[in-house]
């Protein structure tokens, strides 16, 4: 319940309590003072002067209550269960959704991942061999100011020979992948160069064409 329905309620049983009193102040002024004494040290004859005021023989007995609550709770989901199927059946439609879209994703990864792989060693073969070229150029730019005596041998020497060491090593990785790319595009190139040239029908006497296969391009 909000305040304002707490309050209210507050509000109504106090109503209803001073209703109650006023109805059984006159049959109270009425007794003895032996009826009284008894009436005060008795609950259970104030009980039944309680339950026999027509206010509270109006008022719905606790299970009643609870009966017409768990009634109309029950009438409220019967109501909203259409209401409900339909927002599962909302909620199905776009799982599906969600889910097709997911495999979607997944397939354009999957093709975006081959794609992807043939071009990594090209890529990271020339990015290699612009790395191990700058390597050469800031070498040979410390050899240059070391011959025009802008720095020391000290200053020379040391960076001199880790930049050509760093750049020996790049030069061999970027070798390597130069030799990897060409194995993996030689099959290619055997089937294009070794694919069966037919010669066209009803040509008398033509010459054969020689057999690419025996050839070696490489």
């Known amino acids: 319940f909000s305040m304002f329905g707490a309050n209210s309620t507050s509000n109504l049983y106090e109503n209803m309590v001073e209703v109650c009193i006023s109805s059984a102040m006159p049959q109270i002024r009425n007794l003895g003072s032996d009826q009284l004494n008894e009436l005060l040290y008795s609950d259970e004859k104030l009980d039944a002067i309680i339950s026999a005021l027509p206010q509270v023989r109006s008022l719905p007995s606790e299970k009643e209550t609870d009966l017409a609550q768990n009634k109309s709770l029950a009438e409220w989901n019967l109501s909203q269960q259409p209401r409900l199927e339909q927002l599962k059946k909302q909620m199905k439609e776009k799982y599906e959704k969600v889910n097709e879209l997911a495999q979607g994703l997944t397939s354009s990864q999957s093709q975006f991942a081959q794609i992807s792989s043939g071009r990594s060693l090209e890529v990271t073969s020339n990015l290699m061999q612009v790395a191990m070229r700058e390597m050469d150029e800031e070498a040979d730019e410390l050899a240059t100011q070391f011959k025009d ?32 790319l060409h194995r993996e595009d030689q099959p290619n190139r055997l089937e294009a160069y070794t694919r069966p040239i037919s010669m066209p029908s009803g040509v008398p006497n033509a010459a054969p064409y020689p057999d690419v296969s025996r050839h070696s391009f490489w």
């Open 149 to 180: 005596k802008e720095i020391d041998y000290i200053a020379f020497s040391r960076p001199f020979l880790a930049k050509k060491n760093l750049a020996h090593k790049r030069k061999v990785k970027a070798d390597r992948l130069t030799e990897m």
